[in-house]
């Protein structure tokens, strides 16, 4: 088992620059997760997908963020424009869903994004 | 509202003491529990959970935690701290459909 892959692991941009983070979940997991985190602000979510659809965005920070998930296998976050203040490690987890929901969120090892 | 605490921001042990890394938490109906460890530049790793049955949990590299509904508390534990366990610990509540409340990480230093 891969476990869940991010890419790219660091992305060093300028204020301004279009940044596209990438996931691909476990395989057979369907509900998949976007997290940020910050010293200042913890672990933060984002946005969820069950089935690839997208259940719950309350967390993304405002319209710059955009998330998609076109097929199970994958999943991108977007920033348009990037800030300074979007330098977080974004990380992306998957869970399994069985009957009654008690699967555990699998993470993977984080996109460490610095926009200057 | 839902919500988890993890009221101690540092914790400091001895190698080879016993340890303890508090959790609380606040949701409605009966909650799924947590514990994950993140080592530098890692992601969050699961160590155990707690869903139903004994309140006593065993999980991953010795570690263990105890449910006590009373007091909505999991608390993590572990008999002999090894210098390796120094890591950012988070406790996680899991409630209906997919909804996860991280709390806000416990560093945890182990004193060699």
């Known amino acids: 088992d891969a476990g869940v892959i991010q890419s790219p692991r660091h992305e060093v941009t300028e204020m301004g620059q279009e940044v596209t983070l990438r996931c691909k979940p476990i395989?057979?997991?369907?509900?998949l997760f976007w997290y940020r985190q910050t010293m200042m602000r913890g672990l933060e979510l984002l946005i969820y997908?069950?089935?690839?659809?997208?259940?719950?965005d309350s967390g993304m920070p405002e319209d710059r963020f955009s998330a998609k998930m076109p097929n199970a296998s994958f999943s991108t976050l977007k920033i348009q424009p990037s800030e300074p203040r979007d330098s977080a490690v974004y990380f992306c987890?998957?869970?399994?869903?069985?009957?009654?929901?008690?699967?555990?969120?699998?993470f993977g090892e984080g996109s460490r994004l610095t926009v200057l | 509202a839902q919500s988890v605490a993890q009221p101690e921001d540092q914790v400091n042990v001895a190698e080879g003491n016993p340890l303890t890394v508090k959790c609380t938490y606040s949701?409605?109906?009966?909650?799924?529990l947590f514990w994950y460890v993140q080592y530098p530049n890692r992601g969050l790793q699961f160590l155990l959970k707690?869903?139903?049955?004994?309140?006593l949990v065993k999980g991953s590299y010795g570690f263990e935690a105890e449910f006590n509904k009373s007091q909505t508390s999991f608390h993590l534990k572990k008999p002999s701290a090894l210098v390796s366990d120094s890591a950012l610990y988070f406790c996680?509540?899991?409630?209906?459909?997919?909804?996860?409340?991280f709390g806000t990480g416990t560093s945890l230093t182990v004193i060699p």
């Open positions: 707690y869903i139903t049955g004994d309140n």
């Open positions: 996680a509540v899991r409630i209906t459909g997919n909804q996860f409340y």
């Open positions: 395989s057979g997991h369907n509900s």
């Open positions: 949701v409605s109906g009966n909650p799924y």
């Open positions: 987890a998957s869970s399994p869903r069985r009957g009654r929901d008690t699967g555990e969120l699998f």
């Open positions: 997908f069950n089935n690839n659809v997208p259940i719950d």
